[in-house]
Every structure is written in C-alpha cells, then in structure tokens.
C-alpha cells in the first residue's frame, strides 16, 4: 500500500518550517544495510530512542504540520501532530498522527504511525492504525504492528540517504509492502510554507499499488514538503508549527 507512511495514500505526510531552509549534513554512505522486502530484523529495544532527530524526518513531540492536496477529486487537507506513542515489539516510540478532511470538512482518513530512531540515526516504522471514512461515516479499518502476525518493522528514513539507496518501508503481507528508493539529494523546492534546499527525493512504491510511483521531497530540519504522484496529484507543506 502507498501511505504517507504505509497504508493510506490519501494521509501522506509530515514537516515544515514556515522560517525558511536550514543547512544540510553532508550526504555520506549508510554505514549499515537496511532491510528489503520480507527480509526479518531483530531490534534491540536499548539501541532505539523516542527523540527522533533525523533531519530529513525530525518528529518532536508537539510539533504540528498542515498541508493541503489537490487533484481531481477535490482538495484534501491533512493536519500532523506528534505525540508520545506505546511501546511496540518492546521499543517506545512517538505516534504521529494524519487527520484529513474533504473540502467540505469532512472526515475521510485517521492514520497514526509508530515510530521510534536508532543509534545510527535511521528512523523506524514499526506499526500503524488507520481508519477510513466516506462522507464522515467509519468505512474501514486496519492496521499492523511489527512483531504481529509476521509483520516487519521498517525504516522511515535512513540517517544519511544517498542517491540510488533503498530500503524497506515496512512489511505486513497484504497491507504494507512499501518501498523507498533515493531518486536525488541537492535538490530545491518551493512550497507555501518556505523554499528549501539540499531537499532530497525518494520514490515510494508497493507491490500492492502496481503503477503507482509516489515521489516525496524532504527537507533538512524539516521532513516532507511535498508529495506526489503527478503535477495534477500534489500534496504540499503549508504551514508548520514548532514544539
């Protein structure tokens, strides 16, 4: 599935500053491999930490983002709150949650995350909860958790991503089976909340979405800006709110 993280398409996203971009680290190597596909890890609880501080994914708890999507169905806007999150597979996390709404206000989709960051600085997806809602009634429900029926946590965003680099999203059979591939770094984009630069892109794509390529711009010191599957499809950062 293609969410914004795994599950729900529609919930893409996460981070802004309304301040203008930040400088960068230098690109480097990652200095371990991540996971791909179905591949199994073992997580060591002691080596993970709720202070996620990855400049390409920084999610403090507190923090708010708003963004607005549009395409042919109409406009979506989606608000993204952190706040701390259970423990999952025995690792605290913090729990990042999508609300979005139709043009008309309406609820369509709730998504919460579980995240937490290891020593070397890779943010890991370890589960998620999501409702669907048409016309504001409850339509559908899912989730996974790692650990849970053959579920695998997966990495968010890698600590030093470089161009060509690749690595499971997550992986829960039939429901989340993304994949993030480094298509760029150095890039710049301009969105309503702030022009950035040393953004990089990545491809998302899942087997469970054939066809699909989800392109994501992240921002150092600030997280997605922008999301999108064409010029026509577009989900863009408009405003952030600092813990």
């Given at each position: 599935?293609?969410?914004l993280?795994p599950?729900a398409?529609?919930?893409?996203?996460?981070?802004?500053?309304l301040?203008?971009p930040?400088?960068?680290?230098?690109?480097?190597?990652?200095p371990?491999p991540?996971?791909?596909?179905?591949?199994?890890?073992?997580?060591?609880?002691?080596r993970?930490?709720?202070r996620?501080?990855?400049?390409?994914?920084?999610?403090a708890?507190?923090?708010?983002?708003?963004?607005?999507?549009?395409?042919?169905?109409?406009d979506?806007?989606?608000?993204?709150?952190?706040?701390?999150?259970?423990?999952v597979?025995?690792?605290?996390?913090?729990a990042?949650?999508?609300?979005?709404?139709d043009?008309?206000g309406g609820?369509?989709?709730?998504?919460?995350?579980?995240?937490?960051?290891?020593?070397?600085?890779?943010?890991?997806?370890?589960g998620?909860?999501?409702?669907?809602?048409?016309?504001?009634?409850?339509?559908?429900v899912d989730g996974?958790q790692?650990?849970?029926?053959?579920?695998?946590a997966?990495?968010?965003m890698?600590?030093?991503?470089?161009?060509?680099?690749?690595?499971?999203?997550?992986?829960?059979?039939?429901?989340?089976?993304?994949?993030?591939?480094?298509?760029?770094?150095?890039?710049?984009?301009?969105v309503a909340?702030g022009?950035?630069r040393?953004?990089?892109?990545?491809?998302q794509?899942?087997?469970l979405?054939r066809?699909?390529?989800l392109?994501?711009?992240?921002a150092?010191?600030?997280?997605?800006?922008?999301?999108?599957?064409s010029?026509a499809?577009?989900?863009?950062?408009?405003?952030?709110?600092?813990?």
């Open positions: 599935m293609l969410p993280q599950l398409l529609a919930l893409t996203l996460t981070a802004s500053l301040a203008g930040a400088a960068a680290p230098t690109p480097a190597p990652a371990s991540l996971p791909q596909g179905d591949q199994p890890v073992r997580l060591d609880p002691a993970f930490t709720t996620v501080d990855n400049p390409y994914l920084p999610l708890v507190g923090g708010r983002w708003s963004y607005l999507a549009t395409g042919p169905d109409g979506v806007r989606t608000e993204v709150t952190v706040a701390p999150g259970p423990d597979a025995g690792i605290a996390t913090v990042m949650r999508s609300v979005s709404t043009a008309g609820l369509i989709g709730d998504l919460t995350g579980w995240y937490a960051q290891d020593g070397d600085g890779n943010v890991w997806l370890l998620e909860s999501a409702r669907d809602y048409a016309a504001g009634t409850l339509t559908g996974w790692a650990g849970a029926e053959g579920a695998q997966g990495v968010a890698a600590a030093r991503p470089v161009a060509g680099q690749s690595w499971r999203i997550a992986y829960s059979r039939g429901r989340a089976e993304d994949t993030a591939r480094v298509l760029s770094v150095g890039e710049q984009v301009s909340a022009a950035y040393d953004v990089i892109a990545i491809e794509t899942s087997p979405e066809g699909v390529r392109r994501r711009l992240y150092p010191q600030v997280g997605l800006v922008r999301s999108e599957t010029a499809d577009r989900t863009d950062l408009v405003a952030y709110r600092k813990p």
